[in-house]
């Protein structure tokens, strides 16, 4: 699921880029009163592809923290699962910060905005997944803060499918 993701993504870049400089070019021989200029157009490219490029940095991140945390719960083994669910809390605070850096063109706003929701949910995951792990170190069950953590990954997942789709992924 992942991998398909990556490739998505990817992909998706690609496409609006090639879109992004076609349109561009349709723009300005229909309308003269503001033309987009090519430095414009390519600084526009950029970004998109710079974010695009940033997000699959972070997907990778995640899946790795995410690993951790499956094998942990597997064994488990909450002081691992602690771990891996510190580093979701810290990975996904460090990915919101470096997307809200960039500047994204028009037909990507509203899939940077849900990639955005989605690293947010993970985070509050992440801190639900801390406690719970925490809990059932000290010997109590933290099925509530588990539980809580499940609901919002869940979340996170529906608004990382909800960018893969506005981005023109899937």
Do not use: C
């Not at 899946?63 to 580093?87: E, F, I, P, W």
């Not at 849900?114 to 170190?137: H, I, P, T």
């Amino acid at each position: 699921m992942k991998k398909y993701i990556y490739f998505t993504l990817f992909i998706l870049l690609v496409v609006l880029i090639i879109v992004g400089f076609t349109g561009s070019q349709n723009g300005e021989n229909a309308s003269q009163a503001q033309p987009t200029s090519p430095l414009n157009t390519f600084k526009s490219a950029y970004q998109d592809i710079a974010w695009g490029t940033n997000v699959q940095k972070h997907l990778k991140i995640l899946k790795t923290d995410l690993d951790g945390v499956s094998n942990a719960t597997n064994n488990s083994d909450y002081t691992m699962l602690a771990v891996y669910a510190q580093y979701i809390v810290n990975d996904t605070q460090s990915a919101i910060q470096e997307n809200d850096q960039y500047i994204v063109s028009p037909k990507l706003q509203d899939a940077q905005k849900e990639w955005r929701l989605a690293l947010q949910d993970y985070n509050s995951a992440g801190q639900f997944l801390l406690q719970g792990a925490n809990e059932a170190k000290n010997g109590t069950v933290g099925a509530e803060n588990f539980q809580k953590a499940r609901t919002l990954r869940s979340s996170g997942t529906d608004h990382l499918q909800k960018a893969s789709e506005l981005a023109g992924i899937t």
